[in-house]
Every structure is written in structure tokens, then in C-alpha cells.
């Protein structure tokens, strides 16, 4: 009986030691896997953070591209309005030429021929029969600026507004270097 003892006292000892080699196995494989998913959590976590901060940056260049262009936007509708307003009073200061410059211009400009007809400005008119006596012009049609020639049925419009819309896109560009260097 005590071999049988000695016997099941090994056997008992073996299934420990086989118990703690399982348990201790057991462990290893635990600290493994919590190794691992730290690993992975950390990884992932630096992931998401580093995504993250790229998404910050893109949303932050695209506000400050954003609101850069609003500004160049609010810059050049205040550029243009300025430019507006120094075509409209150069059309003011056009239209209100003395007689003389009134005359001047339109010698400078028009064709007259015996079959011309001109419309000019109300308050010129005066001026422009006493300027041209043997010019038709007309008496019952007037321009707000400058003068209409016409000749066999065709306008030529030499107006202020004309003329200066005429060459407003070719200005535009030279004033707006004046105006804003």
C-alpha cells in the first residue's frame, strides 16, 4: 500500500506540474494577448490620432483658403467699385465741358458733310450753331453728352457715354494700377 501511496502521490505530483505547466502556459499565452491588443490598441489609437490631425490641418487650410478668397473677393468688388465711381465722375466732368471744349471736340471728331445732321447737347446748342452756322442741327433731339452725327440715315454716336464705354476695358486695367500700386 504505500507503493500504491508513492504511486498516486507521483501521479498527484505530475498532474500539478503538468497543472502548472498548463497554468503557466495559460499565463504566457494571457500576457501574449494582452500584449498584443495593447500593441494594436496604441497602433490603432496613433492611427486615429495622426487621421485626426490630418483632417484638423485639411479643415484648417481649407477655412483659411476659404476665407482668403472672400477676402481677395471683398477686395476686388471694392477695387471695382472705386473704379466705377472714377468713370462716373469722369462721364460728370465730360458732361459738363464748357462750350468751348464742347465745340473743340466736335471738330475733332465728326465728318460733316451737306447731308450731316447733328444732335447735340441742349445746352450747347447755341454754342454749336454759332461754332458751325451752315451745320443742320437738329432742335428737337438732344444728347445727354456729347453729339450724334448722321449721315444717309446712319448714327455715328460720339456721346460721352459711348465713347467712354468704348474704352473702358482697355482703361480699366491702367487705372487700376494708378489707383491701387
Given at each position: 500500500?504505500?507503493?500504491?501511496?508513492?504511486?498516486?502521490d507521483?501521479?498527484?505530483?505530475?498532474?500539478?506540474?503538468?497543472?502548472?505547466?498548463?497554468?503557466?502556459?495559460a499565463?504566457?499565452k494571457?500576457?501574449?494577448?494582452?500584449?498584443?491588443s495593447?500593441?494594436?490598441?496604441?497602433?490603432?489609437?496613433k492611427s486615429?490620432?495622426?487621421k485626426?490631425?490630418?483632417?484638423?490641418?485639411?479643415?484648417?487650410e481649407?477655412?483659411?483658403?476659404?476665407?482668403?478668397?472672400?477676402?481677395?473677393d471683398?477686395e476686388?468688388?471694392?477695387?471695382?467699385?472705386?473704379?466705377?465711381?472714377?468713370?462716373?465722375?469722369?462721364?460728370?466732368?465730360?458732361?459738363?465741358?464748357?462750350?468751348?471744349?464742347?465745340?473743340?471736340?466736335?471738330?475733332?471728331?465728326?465728318?460733316?458733310?451737306?447731308?450731316?445732321?447733328?444732335?447735340?447737347?441742349?445746352?450747347?446748342?447755341?454754342?454749336?450753331?454759332?461754332?458751325?452756322?451752315?451745320?443742320?442741327?437738329l432742335?428737337?433731339?438732344?444728347?445727354?453728352?456729347?453729339?450724334?452725327?448722321?449721315?444717309?440715315?446712319?448714327?455715328?454716336?460720339?456721346?460721352?457715354?459711348?465713347?467712354?464705354?468704348?474704352?473702358?476695358?482697355?482703361?480699366?486695367?491702367e487705372?487700376?494700377?494708378?489707383l491701387?500700386?
Open positions: 500500500m504505500a507503493e500504491l501511496s508513492k504511486l498516486i507521483r501521479i498527484l505530483d505530475e498532474a500539478q506540474r503538468s497543472a502548472d505547466d498548463i497554468l503557466s502556459e499565463k504566457d494571457v500576457k501574449k494577448i494582452e500584449l498584443s495593447e500593441n494594436q490598441c496604441e497602433a490603432k489609437y486615429m490620432v495622426e485626426g490631425v490630418r483632417e484638423a490641418d485639411s479643415l484648417k481649407r477655412l483659411v483658403s476659404n476665407a482668403n478668397l472672400k477676402a481677395r471683398g476686388l468688388k471694392v477695387k471695382q467699385e472705386v473704379i466705377q465711381r472714377v468713370f462716373e465722375a469722369a462721364l460728370r466732368d465730360m458732361k459738363d465741358i464748357g462750350s468751348e471744349k464742347y465745340v473743340e471736340y466736335i471738330k475733332n471728331n465728326s465728318n460733316f458733310s451737306e447731308d450731316s445732321i447733328i444732335v447735340v447737347q441742349q445746352d450747347k446748342l447755341d454754342a454749336v450753331k454759332s461754332a458751325f452756322p451752315n451745320a443742320k442741327v432742335e428737337d433731339r438732344f444728347t445727354e453728352s456729347g453729339f450724334i452725327e448722321i449721315t444717309g440715315g446712319i448714327e455715328k454716336n460720339y456721346t460721352f457715354d459711348t465713347q467712354l464705354n468704348y474704352i473702358k476695358d482697355e482703361i480699366q486695367g487705372i487700376a494700377r494708378v491701387f500700386k
